[in-house]
Nanobody, 126 residues
Framework: QLQASGGGLVQSGGSLRLSCAVSGSTFSRSHMAWFRQAPGKEREFVAA????????YYTDSVKGRFTISRNNARDTVFLQMNSLKPEDTAVYYC?????????????????????WGQGTQVTVSS
């Protein structure tokens, strides 16, 4: 089970930190990701972190502004979002890829992930 939190309303240029707590015993061996879905749009990849935490991946539009990280001792993944823009407004979902793990080339694909959180709303006002 994945429980996302930390969303809210923030002004353009502001920051938010999303958290996703994962229950179960496979967290440290699983890859994690954040996706987002704006109204009327497809769910899109935002960021991912491999099981070890050593490798991270971002969509181009958030590079330099967002940081994904994980705490394997707390079974939690984070998304620090800085310099937020109105176009970042969306419902943000965390997702987990449990063993057997998907190949690296599929990291940005929704189909790589086995379970999803309920989503947390992020709204950025201009």
């Amino acid at each position: 089970q994945l429980q996302a939190s930390g969303g809210g309303l923030v002004q353009s240029g502001g920051s938010l930190r999303l958290s996703c707590a994962v229950s179960g015993s496979t967290f440290s061996r699983s890859h994690m990701a954040w996706f987002r879905q704006a109204p009327g749009k497809e769910r899109e990849f935002v960021a991912a972190v491999r099981s070890s935490g050593g490798s991270t991946y971002y969509t181009d539009s958030v590079k330099g502004r967002f940081t994904i990280s994980r705490n394997n001792a707390r079974d939690t993944v984070f998304l620090q979002m800085n310099s937020l823009k109105p176009e970042d407004t969306a419902v943000y979902y965390c997702a987990i890829d449990v063993p057997p793990l998907t190949v690296l080339s599929h990291t940005r694909h929704k189909t790589a992930y086995d379970y999803w959180g309920q989503g947390t709303q992020v709204t950025v006002s201009s």
